[in-house]
């Protein structure tokens, strides 16, 4: 039973480009959650979905950033026109329905923006 | 005030001793307690979770949860070198999006 998968696991964009994140949930998983973790820095919720709908987005900026998990397929973070303070670990984690304390995670994706 | 707060350490004990980590929290709702482990450059580790107040023991880890005091503890006994690593803990209610708190995590060194 394959884990939460996360790619690519290392991005690198230049300011002003954007960043597409995916994440697959564990197999029986249908709720995601993504995170943000700076340097030296504790795990940040930014947003909780389930298939074609969000359900929190509470911890998400109001601009640039934007998450979906379709019917089909990974959910996606983007973030458009990225600035260097977005560089950061961006984590996924996958859990069972209503079971937020069952959260597993993946690997990260690692973004550095030049 | 962080509705988490966990002391960043370092903690460094050496190899054979009991670890204890800690948590406070300001939000009474919170109903679900974890905590994580997480490896340098690694995505966490769910090592356990509790369900409002009590204790929890899995093998070398135990969990305690005191919602009268908004405190929650992670004890490591017979600590081993592969126990060093960050340890997160985290925090959830029940509804409301099932947000999910994180503290900032405590370093842990075990010395061989």
């Known amino acids: 039973n394959a884990g939460v998968m996360q790619n690519p696991r290392h991005l690198v964009r230049r300011r002003g480009q954007e960043a597409r994140l995916r994440c697959s949930p564990m197999?029986?998983?249908?709720?995601v959650y993504w995170y943000r973790q700076l340097p030296e820095e504790g795990l940040k919720f930014m947003v909780y979905?389930?298939?074609?709908?969000?359900?929190?987005e509470s911890g998400m900026p109001k601009e640039r950033f934007s998450a979906e998990f379709p019917k089909e397929g990974p959910s996606i973070l983007r973030i458009q026109q990225v600035v260097r303070g977005d560089s950061a670990a961006y984590f996924c984690?996958?859990?069972?329905?209503?079971?937020?304390?069952?959260?597993?995670f993946g690997p990260g994706t690692r973004l550095l923006v030049l | 005030q962080k509705e988490v707060e966990q002391d960043p350490g370092p903690l460094s004990v050496p190899e054979g001793a009991i670890v204890s980590l800690n948590c406070t929290y300001s939000?009474?709702?919170?109903?679900?307690f974890m905590w994580y482990r997480q490896y340098s450059r690694k995505g966490p580790e769910l090592l356990m979770y509790?369900?409002?107040?009590g204790n929890k023991e899995d093998g070398r880890f135990t969990a305690q949860v005191d919602k009268s005091s908004k405190y929650i503890s992670l004890f490591i006994r017979d600590s081993q070198p592969s126990d060093s690593a960050t340890y997160l803990c985290?925090?959830?209610?029940?509804?409301?999006?099932?947000?999910?708190?994180f503290g900032a995590g405590t370093r842990l060194f075990v010395k061989a």
């Open positions: 939000n009474s709702a919170f109903q679900y």
């Open positions: 985290a925090m959830s209610e029940i509804g409301g999006g099932f947000k999910t708190i």
């Open positions: 984690a996958s859990s069972p329905p209503g079971r937020p304390e069952t959260q597993y």
């Open positions: 509790t369900y409002s107040s």
């Open positions: 979905l389930q298939k074609e709908n969000i359900i929190d």
């Open positions: 197999k029986g998983h249908s709720h």
